[in-house]
């Protein structure tokens, strides 16, 4: 009895027949009787055994023949496999393109800082035999120190002021002037404006500024500013420019700009400076025809210069400082980009190979057919295998040339015009080599998708596989084990590194460099990690025990529970890819819920939330306080606060510029003795500064409290306040039921201050308050003690008004605050007087950041489960036939949609939010309570990530009908 074909994984040869189509080697053409492969003819061996075995490029190229007509017969899975391996490639192709984007090369740098000009020279300070620049960036240079004293080892000699002694004779320079400001008045009032004196719209500075209307100025009387500035002023070119200050008025010419500075931003560009600048700036000599080379560079740099030149940046000369480093640039990139490709990777190799899963189950009688006409193990393993090559190539072509087509398009629309800007960049480039590694990383995704599929396929019967029956899946004893291992493994870790790190964070002195810190915390990170791969590794069995339980439920949870665990191939992938997903969204959540707790705690507020400070600032606003306190009212006024209130500070005296002695030796000083607990909690510190080590005093009215802390003082609280003694707003209390308040000669204070030790001075009184800590809703910064004005006053303290707090029944809106900072920049009171506005919003909201995490789950895990279900009810439409033949209807049909989705989304999702508390948990330990597991972990955020997203998808299967089955197979059942 002859069999029908070889036996799968057994098969014979590959020869050809008479009519040149592949034949089992032994075998008759044209379906005759099979000869002996023995057998000899009357040379003594048949005329098979002298046909030469194909080569081994044949056969490949035969694999991959039937490689690729299964994958265009299979067009439905294969475009799933194409769009899972197209996402990572577009994302990663999208991101190298934009860093590249946006990092100049060396002549792009050099033309931005030069134009066309050959170098600039700048002056440092004065000559000194050790001072060395960074070829690429001047301003990085190094001089020598003392070791024991930090002073200069060469003594600091005068600058010079022009770099004519240092350049060839006859050299042209141009000298420009930059980072100067002049007050400039606007349609609305006056501002502060930037300053750049000196010809800059010479042709000369092409690459570095642009004209953009008008003319360059003829004289010293015309100026050139930027259509921002011109916008700002409500005038045109031929208009006017006033600078109030200087009492001056020019003739507006053109319009200019710096390329890498925005058009709308303000800038006044001057001839020559003039007397007309408020604060002078820095001045380069740019020299058009002329640059430095090394030997003449480090000439400069001991005499007081540093210098850009062109060819040094564009060839630096061996042994030159550089501090832009690319290779460490690309490195890094390397670095992230292997990070996100792994992850990404990790997920579509997940989900593709659950895809080819399915789609080898569903050609499992192809290749049986291709066995049994001679197909080898190695033949269909590397059919599956090319599959995942074609389309992960397939894949990694279609997601580069969207990224590459996209990211130019984005270029092209969002470019402002900056040089150098995050939109604009530096010109779109692409960086072909990486582009390159993509494209062979999508192939190497595709082909690890297709591994374990492939291998599935070559285990297979022929002849089951030809009369369409399946075998089942095996449940291996062993696995459950290692599985429980790799989970208590992965547990154990994340403990022992959280605890080791708690114990080395104990420590008086911390060592950050110990190697235990490194291997600690890796503990952390690798632990979850290993949990996951324990709960993969283990998948198959617990499956298992979901379908036992779930049997009990009902029949549509029954047989959604039995195909899972019948199908692990498709469905410990997909949750796996969920539960990494998860992963990563709920350890965000929980990190930034527990850091947002812990910044929340120690915020340093400033006032009560939506209160607007207005800091006073002036040389005479202790002897004239009216003044300062009226303009803060009349700048406040026309956002109409409900109460304003002041702080006051002490004083302070006046202190000479030269010698920094204080000008009045006798003038009263007073200060705040450190606290009995302070010295407590430092038993190191020596406590010779112990009289100047407290807090700083805050002065203010009681009646003005509520104002500034935006709640109510206790009565009995307020009545000590009144009656001479000190509240505390602090976040903890301050430790003492008494201050001591020391108060000093201006002289014997400086003394101190200076050698507390040596100096032998002494307070001339000391006077002890008591003390009342009071827990409000906004706890003020810890370092203010407050008494009132009338304990100030009978102390003899002089006093200065330091802030003015205005309160206001809702939050001011941004055009409100915006009004009030640009007229506070343009307040000018008494000698020097100056204001500045800052609205206390309190700590930043976490609840955007939380929605977005989740949304971004929410997409992920809906992607990843649509992946799963698709693929399982493409799978199970035989079973649906089975089902409608014996009567099911409808109802039960999207039951087990949505049971489907509950297991395998469900499963994803809890597995992920576990293995995300291991390592917030042990980070947690590692923050000496900063961070607090227990009571800042966000469980509603995690409970609505682990519980409700498979609801949701659970809700959504069974919304979506089932398609009506094909019962041309069950006719008979029916």
């Known amino acids: 009895m002859h069999r029908i074909g070889p036996r799968f994984g057994r098969s014979p040869r590959l020869g050809r027949g008479d009519d040149g189509m592949p034949q089992p080697l032994g075998s008759a053409p044209h379906g005759g009787r099979a000869m002996s492969r023995r057998r000899d003819d009357a040379r003594g061996a048949t005329a098979t055994d002298k046909r030469p075995r194909p080569s081994a490029w044949a056969r490949w190229r035969a694999d991959l023949r039937l490689a690729r007509r299964q994958v265009w017969r299979t067009r439905g899975s294969s475009a799933l496999v194409v769009l899972l391996v197209a996402l990572p490639v577009f994302a990663l192709t999208g991101g190298v393109v934009f860093w590249k984007s946006n990092q100049p090369s060396p002549t792009q740098l050099v033309t931005l800082a030069l134009g066309r000009t050959q170098a600039w020279i700048e002056i440092v300070g004065g000559p000194d035999s050790s001072r060395v620049q960074s070829i690429d960036e001047p301003q990085w240079y190094d001089l020598d120190y003392d070791d024991e004293t930090g002073a200069l080892t060469n003594p600091e000699r005068p600058a010079p002021t022009s770099p004519d002694d240092v350049l060839p004779a006859g050299t042209k320079t141009i000298e420009v002037t930059y980072g100067g400001d002049t007050s400039v008045t606007t349609a609305t009032g006056t501002a502060q404006v930037s300053v750049t004196t000196g010809a800059v719209w010479d042709p000369v500075f092409t690459g570095r500024y642009a004209v953009i209307d008008g003319r360059a100025p003829a004289s010293s009387t015309e100026v050139m500013v930027t259509p921002g500035l011109l916008q ?142 001679g197909a080898t ?85 022929a002849l089951a596989a030809l009369r369409g029956s399946r075998r089942p899946a095996v449940l291996k004893p062993r696995r459950p084990l290692w599985g429980l291992g790799l989970m208590v493994l992965g547990v154990a870790a994340t403990i022992v590194g959280a605890l080791g790190l708690a114990a080395l964070n104990s420590a008086r002195e911390i060592d950050y460099t110990s190697p235990w810190r490194t291997l600690l915390l890796f503990a952390i990170v690798a632990g979850p990690l290993v949990f996951q791969v324990g709960i993969i590794v283990g998948g198959h069995w617990t499956l298992a025990m979901i379908s036992r339980a779930f049997s009990r ?72 306080p009216d003044t300062y306190t009226d303009a803060a009212r009349a700048l406040l006024a026309p956002s109409q606060p409900s109460a304003t209130a002041v702080v006051w500070q002490l004083a302070g005296t006046a202190v000479d510029p030269d010698t920094g002695e204080p000008t009045d030796p006798d003038a009263p000083v007073w200060t705040v003795a450190q606290s009995d607990a302070e010295a407590a909690d430092c038993p190191e510190c020596t406590g010779e500064t112990a009289y100047i080590a407290g807090p700083q005093l805050d ?276």
């Not at 900056?418 to 990383?441: D, N, Q, T, Y």
């Not at 939330?609 to 207005?614: A, E, H, K, R, W």
Request: with cysteine; hydrophobic share 50%.
């Open 232 to 373: 700002r002023m409500g005038q045109k070119i031929g208009g006017s420019v006033v600078l109030p200050e200087a009492g001056v008025t020019l003739t507006i010419t053109g319009t200019l700009r710096e390329l890498d500075q925005s058009p709308d931003s303000d800038e006044l560009f001057l001839p020559e400076p003039g007397d007309v600048l408020s604060h002078p700036g820095l001045t380069r000599w740019y020299t058009p025809d002329w640059q430095p080379d090394a030997a003449t560079l480090a000439t400069m740099n001991q005499a007081g210069f540093v210098s850009f030149a062109r060819d040094l940046v564009l060839d630096p000369p061996a042994g030159a400082r550089v501090v832009r480093d690319q290779q460490s640039e690309i490195w890094a990139l390397l670095a992230y980009a292997a990070i996100a490709a792994a992850f990404s990777g990790y997920l579509v190799v997940l989900l593709a190979g659950a895809a080819f899963a399915v789609s080898a189950r569903r050609q499992a009688r192809a290749l049986a057919v291709a066995a049994s006409v």
């Open 699 to 974: 002065i203010v009215a009681p009646g003005d409290l509520e104002t500034i802390l935006g709640a109510p003082v206790p009565a009995a609280d307020l009545a000590a306040f009144r009656g001479g003694g000190a509240l505390w707003f602090g976040q903890d209390g301050y430790g003492d039921d008494h201050a001591t308040l020391v108060q000093w000669s201006a002289s014997d204070e400086h003394s101190y201050e200076q050698t507390p030790a040596d100096s032998g001075a002494k307070p001339k009184a000391l006077h002890e308050i008591p003390v009342r800590s009071v827990a409000t809703p906004y706890p003020q910064a810890d370092w203010s003690l407050y008494i009132a004005t009338g304990t100030a006053d009978k102390l003899g303290m002089a006093l200065r008004p330091q802030t003015m707090f205005a309160a206001y029944d809702q939050m001011p809106s941004d055009a409100v605050i915006d009004a009030l900072t640009a007229d506070a920049e343009n307040l000018r009171v008494g000698r020097n007087g100056r204001f500045g506005t800052y609205l206390e919003r309190g700590p930043q909201p976490i609840d955007p950041v939380l929605w977005l995490i989740t949304g971004a789950t929410l997409v992920l895990v809906i992607g990843a489960g649509a992946i799963c279900l698709g693929l399982a009810r493409f799978e199970r439409r035989p079973d649906d036939a089975t089902l409608t033949a014996v009567g099911a209807g409808r109802g039960l049909r999207r039951s087990v949609n949505a049971w489907q989705a509950v297991i395998v989304v469900g499963m994803g999702t809890v597995v992920g939010t576990v293995a995300s508390l291991i390592p917030a948990w042990g980070i947690a330990q590692t923050s000496s309570d900063y961070m607090r597991f227990g009571d800042d972990t966000p469980w509603i955020w995690l409970g609505i990530v682990a519980l409700g997203l498979p609801a949701v998808v659970a809700a959504a299967s069974w919304l979506v009908p089932p398609r009506t089955p094909d019962l041309t197979r069950r006719t008979a059942i029916a």
């Open 553 to 624: 439920i009902g029949l549509g949870a029954r047989v959604a529970s039995r195909d899972a665990a019948a199908n692990p191939s498709r469905v410990v992938p997909a949750f796996a890819a969920i539960a990494a997903c998860v992963f990563v969204a709920s350890f965000a959540l929980s990190m930034t819920a527990m850091a947002s707790a812990g910044s929340t705690r120690t915020y340093p507020w400033t006032g009560h939330l939506g209160s607007v400070l207005v800091g006073m600032d002036g040389d005479d606003s202790a002897s004239d």
């Open 377 to 461: 193990k190695g033949h269909v393993f590397r059919i599956v295998l090319l599959q995942g090559a074609v389309l992960g190539l397939v894949g990694g072509l279609v997601g580069s040339a969207l990224a590459l087509g996209a990211s130019a398009a984005a270029r092209a629309l969002f470019d402002d015009g900056v040089v150098g800007s995050i939109r604009a960049g530096w010109g779109w480039k692409a960086p072909w080599l990486l582009v390159a590694a993509i494209l062979v990383f999508a192939v190497l995704v595709g082909l690890l998708a297709a591994i374990a599929p492939a291998r599935a396929a070559t285990r297979g019967d």
